[in-house]
Nanobody, 125 residues
Framework: QVQLVESGGGLVQAGASLRLSCAAS????????MGWFRQAPGKERDIVAA????????YYADSVKGRFTVSTNNAKTTVYLQMNSLRPEDTAVYFC??????????????????WGQGTQVTVSS
């Protein structure tokens, strides 16, 4: 069992930066793909970024490419989402998730096995 706890959300103005963290308890991420998703009110939960804990390959949604960076610590116990140049349309609840995969990445919520509780990110204009 993997428990995920997100932190780092908040209220910022457009153009600001935030770094979200997702800490795992129980095991490391080395055998998992780690994804960041977001869900705005009335909308579906969409993938933002993902990283494979073993292979290190990453994925970014087009809407965040060049602005967001996903990474892990060396111990593979925490995954980060550095968000720069935030826009009002980035406002959502952000979730981290873990998928039991060997070397790939998951792109839809159904591919992920464990979820954090979510953290609110609000970007004002």
């Amino acid at each position: 069992q993997v428990q995920l706890v997100e932190s780092g959300g908040g209220l910022v103005q457009a153009g600001a930066s935030l770094r979200l963290s997702c800490a795992a308890s129980g095991r490391t991420f080395s055998s998992y793909a780690m994804g960041w998703f977001r869900q705005a009110p009335g909308k579906e939960r969409d993938i933002v970024a993902a990283v494979n804990g073993r292979a290190g390959n990453t994925y970014y949604a087009d809407s965040v490419k060049g602005r967001f960076t996903v990474s892990t610590n060396n111990a593979k116990t925490t995954v980060y989402l550095q968000m720069n140049s935030l826009r009002p349309e980035d406002t959502a609840v952000y979730f981290c998730a873990a998928a039991r995969v060997a070397s790939g990445l998951g792109f839809s919520p159904s591919e992920y096995d464990y979820w954090g509780q979510g953290t609110q990110v609000t970007v004002s204009s």
